[in-house]
């Protein structure tokens, strides 16, 4: 435990550190009251004992401040003044001290008040370390109940969460924000012709295939629905959202997972609709954060109308497919 002294008294306070560094504890000394806050604001300290009257500022206006910058970082205080009346307990207490001990101090009695403290600093160290790993185990409860349990990606309701998030950072900072919006191609076949094992490797290999692509921390990879998936590039336009999508058809493609009963492939394949706010942020439009995620679907929805095994760019007036279609590589 680490000690300051705080006394202008030098017989008392050498009393006081012989006491002190007999207990093994170690310590340090103040003889006024602005050089204890100047300790305070480099170092840190288990307890202190705190002369009353003092040159300059005195004990309560000391520990007044100390208390003051130290903020939630508690730690007792004891005062030491050779006036025993009530009314200079109660000041010290109401000024944020633990305790009041009379000049001249008997060993045996600071001794017992050290160790008193000590106790009390221990379980204050004890309670803070609990504290933080109940805060520890939160978080993770709290990222475990945002993950997919198959898939090992952010399920819907840390997509929600994360969603907000970035849909507000776009508008606060003008930047686009792209959604993807993806469907496994004829899942229910797959399925049907290899089981639900099967089919679950197959979620799992295709979702990690994907997260694969996203190369920075915020991009987000969610499992949207059975076999849906929904990425949140936050800061990109159409131009860097297609360059992901192509990297993720080519991804997956060379993961091969096999389907021979496909109708679209001998492998398992997606189809994606893109949108991004670029078109949003051009018009200063108000739209609800929804439309993201609508017109992703529709884009979806005529690649799979159109072929699957491909990914569609929703065109923000025109809706013109046929010339935004993108063949997969």
Known sequence: MKVLVVEDNKPIRMVLCHIIKGMDHHFDVAEDGETAVALFERDNFDLVLMDVEMPGIDGYETTRRIRKMC????????FLSSNTEDTYLASGIEAGGDDYLSKPVKPMVLKAKINAMARIAKMQDQLTVAIDNLALANEELQQLSCLDGLTSVINRRGLDRQYEVEWRRSHRESTPLCVMMIDIDEFKGFNDNYGHLAGDDCLRNVAQSLKSQLLRPGDLISRYGGEEFLILLPCTDLAGATDVAERMFKALNKTNIAYPASSVSDRVTISMGIYSTEQLLESNSTEDKSILMKRA?????????????RFIVYGSEEMNFDQREKKAV
Do not use: Q, S, V
Not at 71 to 78: A, E, L, R, V, Y
Not at 299 to 307: E, F, R, V
């Open 71 to 78: 903020g939630d970082n508690w730690f007792p205080i004891i």
């Open 297 to 309: 679907d529709e884009a979806l929805y005529i690649a799979k109308d159109t072929g699957r095994n």
